[in-house]
């Protein structure tokens, strides 16, 4: 099993644990205030990573960061260190997130235009999307002058490209292809 296919199903058992524990938001926040330490701390991603350094000892070393904090965060940290999974951490902290972000219904949309954007072309993106939906959006917005014109969205796995690049693309696909016809 992959790297990545383990964080989803430490997350997806994760997220159920917080879900039933009412604490989905704070397990969240946490796990992600770790992670970015982790991502901080060269000391102390070497000494958790160091194959030197008694299981123990590392766990002693979680138990004390953790300490005052959410369980299920201790617990699944712990679980990852005593499973040799701790390679895979960032990858449950994003699959975590994910799942998280579905369960407030928001949607995260992707906004790739070629100039910047004005406030009122946002607004109308957002509502057409939160129509379509049905949630809340969350804009991400990114500048690509190669698109030429138009806009690139991508919600979630589908991406709707509506910029000049693409139609010329799809013009020259049909320039190509097309039968030269004598009878005109």
Same mark, same amino acid.
């Given at each position: 099993?992959?790297?990545?296919?383990?964080?989803?199903?430490?997350?997806?058992?994760?997220?159920?644990? $917080?879900? @039933? !524990?009412? &604490?989905?938001?704070?397990?969240?926040?946490?796990?992600? #205030?770790? %992670?970015? =330490?982790?991502?901080? +701390?060269?000391?102390?991603?070497?000494?958790?990573?160091?194959?030197?350094?008694?299981?123990?000892?590392?766990?002693?070393?979680?138990?004390?960061?953790?300490?005052?904090?959410?369980?299920?965060?201790?617990?699944?940290?712990?679980?990852?260190?005593?499973?040799?999974?701790?390679?895979?951490?960032?990858?449950?902290?994003? $699959?975590? @997130? !994910?799942? &998280?972000?579905?369960?407030?219904?928001?949607?995260?949309? #992707?906004? %790739?235009? =070629?100039?910047?954007? +004005?406030?009122?072309?946002?607004?109308?993106?957002?509502?057409?999307?939160?129509?379509?939906?049905?949630?809340?959006?969350?804009?991400?917005?990114?500048?690509?002058?190669?698109?030429?014109?138009?806009?690139?969205?991508?919600?979630?796995?589908?991406?709707?490209?509506?910029?000049?690049?693409?139609?010329?693309?799809?013009?020259?696909?049909?320039?190509?292809?097309?039968?030269?016809?004598?009878?005109?």
């Amino acid at each position: 099993m992959s790297e990545e296919q383990v964080a989803r199903v430490y997350a997806q058992a994760l997220f159920d644990a $917080a879900k @039933d !524990a009412g &604490a989905v938001e704070p397990v969240r926040r946490e796990l992600g #205030e770790f %992670v970015t =330490a982790l991502a901080g +701390s060269a000391s102390l991603r070497n000494v958790l990573a160091d194959p030197q350094v008694e299981t123990s000892a590392k766990s002693r070393v979680l138990a004390e960061i953790t300490r005052g904090g959410q369980p299920l965060v201790a617990n699944i940290l712990q679980l990852m260190l005593e499973r040799g999974r701790w390679a895979a951490l960032p990858e449950l902290y994003q $699959a975590y @997130d !994910a799942l &998280a972000i579905v369960e407030e219904g928001v949607v995260e949309v #992707e906004v %790739v235009s =070629a100039a910047e954007l +004005s406030p009122e072309t946002e607004k109308k993106i957002t509502a057409r999307v939160q129509e379509a939906t049905g949630r809340r959006v969350e804009l991400a917005r990114r500048v690509d002058p190669s698109i030429i014109g138009g806009l690139v969205l991508r919600i979630g796995d589908i991406i709707v490209d509506g910029s000049v690049k693409a139609r010329i693309r799809q013009l020259r696909r049909k320039l190509a292809t097309a039968e030269v016809r004598g009878d005109v």
